[in-house]
């Protein structure tokens, strides 16, 4: 079974702080991707990478950078963590491939709190 | 990716089959219809995909409408564990390199022992 796992469960940080949100995956997929998720707006896309040192922003990619140095490890960065960044963060990755026959598996997700 | 329409919420007692609907009458030849679904306090999983034809494996069933403007997710025998929100996606090949699912408000299903 394909393993996406995430550094931490629930995070507390305050205003200002730099954030670190490591994701890592353990089928040698080449995508992987990073979203939010808040009521009422669903998943949103954040940063996606295809390949080592590749990334494109998604759709809310302000106050986010990411990095992936390796290919199994997607890490997601809070320059200056804000209260509007407080959200459910979810990694996922897939195969590279069709994207009509993708699967994309997920991790169990980050709950962050910005005070 | 095509707009698909679910009802927010179903209810169904454990041990019954379950059958979610979903509507995407704008669907066009090359879409896949993906089922996701999202148990609580967990990231979204994989369920199930299709085209035309309609599909089993382990965890549920896909029946697709003949004319594709509809489809619907089974599960054979609801239990407890499968309470969770349901999201039909559909899946096109694009020309741009964005690869994100689009979620929708899917449907909360809740499983009454």
């Known amino acids: 079974d394909v393993k996406v796992t995430q550094s931490s469960r629930y995070l507390v940080k305050r205003t200002g702080e730099k954030v670190f949100l490591e994701c890592v995956q353990d089928?040698?997929?080449?995508?992987m991707f990073w979203y939010r998720q808040d009521p009422g707006l669903g998943l949103r896309l954040i940063y996606f990478?295809?390949?080592?040192?590749?990334?494109e922003k998604g759709d809310i990619p302000e106050g986010y950078s990411v990095s992936r140095e390796k290919k199994e490890r997607f890490s997601l960065i809070l320059e200056s963590a804000s209260t509007n960044q407080t959200s459910m963060y979810l990694c996922?990755?897939?195969?590279?491939?069709?994207?009509?026959?993708?699967?994309?598996?997920f991790g169990p997700g980050t709950r962050l709190l910005v005070l | 990716d095509a707009k698909t329409t679910q009802p927010n919420s179903m209810e169904s007692n454990e041990e019954e089959p379950v059958h979610l609907p979903c509507n995407h009458s704008?669907?066009?030849?090359?879409?896949?219809i993906h089922w996701y679904r999202q148990l609580p306090s967990q990231g979204p999983e994989y369920v199930i995909h299709?085209?035309?034809s309609n599909v089993n494996n382990r965890m549920a069933s896909l029946a697709i409408a003949e004319d594709r403007k509809s489809s619907t997710l089974i599960l054979h025998r609801a239990t407890l564990r499968d309470a969770a929100v349901y999201y039909c996606?559909?899946?096109?090949?694009?020309?741009?390199?964005?690869?994100?699912?689009?979620f929708g408000s899917g449907t909360q299903l809740t499983v009454l022992p």
């Open positions: 996922a990755s897939s195969l590279l491939g069709p994207q009509n026959l993708e699967t994309q598996y």
């Open positions: 089928m040698d997929h080449e995508n």
């Open positions: 990478s295809y390949d080592v040192k590749m990334k």
């Open positions: 704008t669907i066009s030849g090359t879409d896949y």
């Open positions: 299709g085209l035309t």
């Open positions: 996606i559909l899946r096109a090949i694009s020309s741009g390199s964005a690869r994100q699912l689009t």
